[in-house]
């Protein structure tokens, strides 16, 4: 989830593809979208017997703290995007060749797909029953739904890019994965009811493989990937400029 | 939130209006305005079928996560007021000049509306029927509304002025936008119920609007603005002062 | 709530009577007591017809972004101690003068009692009703109430004193207010049910007087000092030697 | 929670049983696990006639403010482990002896028996009588629940390694014990219905001694240390290497 400081032409990918460290940072990646998934499977879970399971504030807060942590132990590993709306933003903004991106995308995907496995197998039937990847609520029309997750990737990738940007960064600017985690805490709390609060097609697609549930599935790709698109165009073409004129006036 | 550094004389106005940065901080001020509300109205819901959603806690932590991630990651473009009250502060210290005071109330106000549509068109029926500009408890007289907005918000101003003087920063000063999110977090779980915990008139002022909803509306103007102004007046003339006496004692 | 900077001997007090800035610190006391007070009467409010109002949790998270926005915002005015707690443990390292104490601790009550009132009057009987000092669970006896104020003072002041120690401090070492609030939320959340988790004899002192509720009075000033007494010595003569030794081990 | 900065060899334990800073070492680690294992316990007590105590979210909150509180206060003191699994995890990185680790673990176990006779003594009957060791839900199979201790316990730990590993450290690393504590979080959001979220073995031992319960006591052993095994191992051979290789293609 952290501006990733590769900046590599395509022709570099065949290099890229002989060291080591491009392998750890798969793996990296690998890992740390495997323990996202299973905190963000696990935090929702409703358990019969014990009330309060399951709250919106306990996934907006444990959710929090996952990205939080996991960006800040292992940014240097290739970013960790943990979610291919990040890895679509920074490919627009050639922080990362298209290659890497693809290479990105299949890794979330896989690690998503483990990660629900693994709840599946480690719970009981009495919560994995209702295991599901993120669904509309049945009030949610569909263009609704993909408005919201379109709103809440949009503000996610919005701040993603403003918190990163090492153009800008002062003195207070020095802690972004908490403040990327402090947006994901709020969207989910803005979306939970309504969509799931995705804002992650591989998250998503990870849960509908292992349920084979495909509810509205299109809309928690278009999304969230239209979100991260505009507000990627809108920051590099407007935000991003820090011109003499900025300087002058400010 | 961030107290800006443009410290623009009146006759000024004419060369800032054709500053690009100056259309870019706009701008900036209208999309984390708009992101503010969607946050303050989505976050508040309550979903008939689904217990513990909408509940005090959520709201206050979801504001915390929205005020300090907006503020930290775009403060540097115009300064990410928000609110009315934060506005009216930094014209009263003349941190801003009063015509661009006046150019981000209106700008609050209009994305305060926007961001209600928004919500209103996302969202089912069973819950835009409930949305409604935050509002008096019944059991609360219109002076004592008065009295907790004015509270809340100089409770905030009161915060926002210490964290961000510039004058009296040292290394563990460096966080503002967190430490005026806390207090956020705060005030929403000391008045939700009795108010709404506003603090922002343009926000009121926004969902009242567009749900042709006006009660008590005066008391969200004149009590978060009063709340400031003597909050802004007490640091002023006597926090602000760092003089040779407190170097010596201290 | 903060290691002030102050090391006045007795002799210096007729001097700081004179200063201006002695007494900017006690208004800087007196104002931050003051919305303590607010907050912690007023996050705790059970109101009849909403539920999840007054939950544990929310007091936690409320009074520790308090105190940490207090702390950090104003924290150089004279160290925003806002507990008689804070100040015992101050006056025993010789921080600050018994004289300066004993003016804080009359300041404190005066705040919390102001607090106090004006809660009573901002809101509708329907709460303020059930305005009383922070008391003892009906099943808890006086000497276990007495033990866990004593614990969780000593706890609080024990992380206070390690978080401001200057002459430990390294680069995380940066945020004590931060480290000193979360204390305060475990605290609330350990014993809010048992005692009220108070460990603060002003502010009960200041709802006694007001409601006139004198119940198990003795404890909630006992408690929490001889915790603070206890923590810092303690820290005085076992935790504040970096000797040579210390040196060479690590 | 913090890698201590001793890397002694065996040879020298002789020299550091003599030293002072070892005796006070021991101290830290002995009041802070004896603290934590306070708050662990009283956080999650459910109070028959109050509604929402003892929540989830209480707990993982509670036990962050703690875990990051003590560790940040006092982390030179020995690096305040206050979990076998971490320290088994500085063994295997050679960051302490086998001997200290030894010292380290009775230490840790003796603290968690006295803070549970503490919270057995301080609380009444009501509460005290439901007081039970870290057990699994009666639907969670043991071989499951051991897998959920090692996932919890993995994620803990390599978090813990990535987010105080000096040599990777940049400007914004500078917040390790808030990071570690924000995992703390999230795991006991993940785990606390289905095996009570130990990843601690002392404190579950401490527990069982204290109320005479050992169901399923030995996963709480083999999960959390084999968990940390793994995440240490890998952590050490793949993600410890910084080589250059990475710093050419980054």
């Known amino acids: 989830m952290e501006i990733s400081c590769d900046r590599l032409s395509l022709s570099k990918i065949k290099t890229e593809l002989k060291s080591l460290a491009f ?10 979208t495997f323990f996202l998934t299973l905190s963000a499977l ?8 014990k009330p309060y399971t ?33 890895t679509l933003a920074l490919v627009l903004l050639s922080e990362i060749t298209p ?9 979330q995907c896989i690690a998503a797909m483990a990660g629900t ?22 009030d949610v029309a569909e263009w609704q739904g993909f408005l919201i997750e379109g709103w809440l990737t949009f503000h996610l990738i919005f701040t ?26 709020t969207c989910i709390g803005c979306g939970f ?13 990870g849960a509908a493989v292992v349920t084979d549930i495909w509810d509205n599935h299109w809309l928690y790709w278009v999304g969230p990937l239209s979100g991260s698109f505009l507000a990627t165009l809108l920051y590099k073409f407007v935000f991003d400029i820090l011109d003499n004129s900025n300087e002058k006036t400010c």
Request: proline share 7%; charged share 15%.
């Open 54 to 86: 399951g709250t919106v504030e306990q996934v907006g807060i444990g959710m929090m703290c996952t990205v939080c942590a996991l960006a800040w132990s292992l940014g240097e590993f290739g970013g960790i995007h943990m979610n291919p709306s990040v």
């Open 160 to 185: 993603v890019l403003g918190a990163t940007d090492e153009k800008r960064k002062r003195d207070g600017y020095c802690i972004p994965p908490l403040i990327i985690a402090m947006t994901v805490a």
């Open 193 to 205: 009811v309504s969509t799931g609060s995705s804002m992650n097609p591989a998250m998503t697609f």
């Open 23 to 32: 392998y750890r940072d798969l793996l990296a990646e690998l890992l740390t």
């Open 117 to 138: 496995k693994f709840i599946q197998v480690v719970l009981p039937p009495l919560v994995t029953d209702h295991l599901k990847p993120t669904m509309l609520h049945p």
């Open 99 to 107: 290659s890497r991106a693809l290479i990105y995308l299949v890794i």
């Open 42 to 49: 696990s935090l929702g879970m409703t358990w019969g017997d």
